[in-house]
RNA sequence: GCCCCCAUCGUCCAGUGGCCUAGGACGCCGGCCUUUCACGCCGGUAACACGGGUUCGAAUCCCGUUGGGGGUGCCA
């Protein structure tokens, strides 16, 4: 029998990080064993019932190339089964239907009005073996009697799971920590149906720096955020991957398929992870580096139509060179722009801090800006020559060429960071528009 | 409160009774390279929560303590 599994998200709008963990972790386990990946919405909350916020999520999964096999189900359009197994089990007294108040109510048939409750057992102890956890188990009498259907007509989670999961057959149950409570109770739903156990395995939960699940309010959890900043989908998965399971040759930085190849649901961890984004920018800056370079310039695109400057002063064949200069040093597709903005903006924009750290606290950059306006105004027009002028220029009043370049660099640029400056300068630039540049900067000390 | 889970460097992962004077990665700190930044290379910092057992031998097994987390809805 091949295994099935199934990631069954309730439709927020967006999808979590820990949720995107949760759908990697059962997607790797199917196609790591070739077994059967199954999407399903739980949607029995009639407020998260709303097709758009279903297919944000399903877009995001797309993003991150986790595809299913079979799905998206939707748990809304499954009432009448769940109806059927509710009124099952009131018919067999292991429900009961009550009010308002909690109290009880005879009568075997769900009614509008009326929720009903699973009958806890007395006296027992309900447990599993969890591939993550080992044996759990939990006493009944710990636990109350709990509702299977409101009194609005619709489904509770537990009970719509516990029949979904058996009817799909699904046969490993992948998710987060923060289910695990909630076992005992839809164990105990199955046997009611005659349904058998799937497997469980709970993953350890994502948590902040407070070392808390992480949060909606507090932490920047929506994939799609991430994607927009410029993050890649497989640095992402990458490093989802990550957290609670580590390949066993200790190289962490590949591509999904090897993962595929190297995951094992066995070998995940207990204890909760940190969602660390300096190790994140790490991962993705270095996948972001082995992009060819057609594909870097492609998938570049959005960040660069966005970008600050008009865009017809936007050249491809300049921005296709710098690319040379520039990919090795950027984390994210987003950093591109103030890379290369100041060769297609007017004038370079103004970066407080360097302006602050070159010009007003560093050493000599009048000194700089005077000598190299004189010097560049008639010597050739090439990267080396300008090196030697500034390294000159540099040397009249004590400085090395790794400092002189700084107040140079900031009235050409507008930042202290970017690409080799001569370069630049010689290839892209002309003659009249450095010095104008290096001019209005003077002006400005 | 009650129930459940967890516990190796700041962080992630390795380690499943002897190979551990605990390994890799991120971060951080030095150095090299260098026209900035980054990359790369070299080096360094830094952990088995605590206390009892079991054993010839424990990071690894057991118990307890402490700490942390999750759950405890007619949300999922």
Redesign the pocket.
């Given at each position: 029998m091949i295994d099935r599994v199934r990631f069954?998200?309730?439709p927020t709008g967006f999808l979590h990080v820990g949720s995107a963990r949760t759908a990697l972790f059962n997607w790797l386990h199917a196609r790591s064993t070739g077994g059967t990946f199954v999407l399903r919405v739980?949607?029995?909350?009639a407020?998260?019932n709303r097709p758009e916020l279903v297919s944000n999520l399903l877009a995001e999964l797309e993003w991150l190339g986790l595809d299913w096999d079979e799905g998206p189900y939707h748990?809304s359009e499954r009432r009448e089964r769940h109806r059927e197994v509710v009124e099952d089990l009131l018919g067999r007294g292991l429900a009961y239907l009550?009010?308002?108040d909690?109290r009880e109510v005879d009568g075997s048939s769900v009614t509008d009005g009326?929720?009903a409750r699973f009958r806890m057992p007395v006296g027992q102890r309900v447990g599993f073996d969890d591939i993550v956890?080992?044996?759990?188990?939990?006493?009944t009498d710990?636990l109350?009697d709990?509702?299977i259907w409101?009194?609005?007509g619709?489904p509770?989670?537990?009970l719509a799971?516990a029949v979904d999961d058996a009817d799909m057959r699904i046969t490993h149950a992948i998710r987060g920590?923060?289910?695990?409570?909630?076992v005992p109770k839809v164990l105990l739903l199955l046997d009611a149906m005659g349904a058998p156990h799937p497997t469980y395995a709970h993953l350890?939960?994502l948590?902040n720096e407070?070392?808390?699940?992480l949060s909606k309010r507090r932490d920047d959890v929506s994939i799609a955020d991430y994607r927009e900043r410029g993050y890649l989908a497989e640095a992402m998965v990458n490093y989802l991957a990550?957290?609670?399971?580590?390949?066993?040759d200790?190289v962490?930085i590949r591509p999904l398929h090897e993962i595929v190849e190297l995951f094992r649901i066995e070998?995940v961890?207990?204890?909760?992870?940190?969602f660390?984004l300096?190790?994140l920018?790490?991962v993705n800056?270095?996948h972001l580096?082995a992009l060819p370079k057609d594909e870097f310039i492609e998938r570049v695109g959005p960040w660069i139509d966005d970008a600050p400057w008009p865009a017809d002063r936007f050249d491809p064949a300049i921005f296709s060179t710098m690319v040379d200069?520039v990919q090795?040093?950027l984390r994210t597709f987003g950093d591109t722009t103030r890379f290369v903005d100041f060769l297609f903006l007017e004038d370079p924009v103004d970066d407080a801090d360097s302006w602050e750290k070159t010009m007003v606290k560093g050493r000599s950059a009048a000194e700089v800006l005077d000598g190299t306006a004189a010097a560049f105004a008639d010597c050739a027009w090439e990267?080396g020559v300008l090196?030697d002028v500034v390294a000159e220029v540099g040397e009249g009043v004590g400085l090395k060429?790794?400092k002189a370049?700084?107040p140079l660099?900031v009235a050409v640029t507008g930042r202290?960071?970017?690409?080799?400056?001569?370069?630049t300068m010689a290839d892209f630039m002309e003659r009249s528009e450095v010095l104008r540049r290096i001019a209005r900067a003077r002006a400005r000390l």
């Open positions: 069954a998200p309730s739980e949607d029995t909350d407020e998260r748990q009550c009010d308002a909690n009326l929720a956890r080992g044996e759990v188990s939990f006493a710990d109350e709990f509702v409101r009194s609005n619709s509770m989670f537990l799971n920590e923060d289910l695990l409570s909630g350890p939960l948590v407070q070392r808390k699940k990550l957290l609670g399971w580590g390949p066993p200790d962490e070998d961890n207990k204890a909760p992870a940190f660390d300096k190790k920018e790490h800056a270095t580096r200069l090795e040093k990267a090196k060429l790794g370049q700084a660099r202290t960071v970017g690409p080799p400056l001569f370069e």
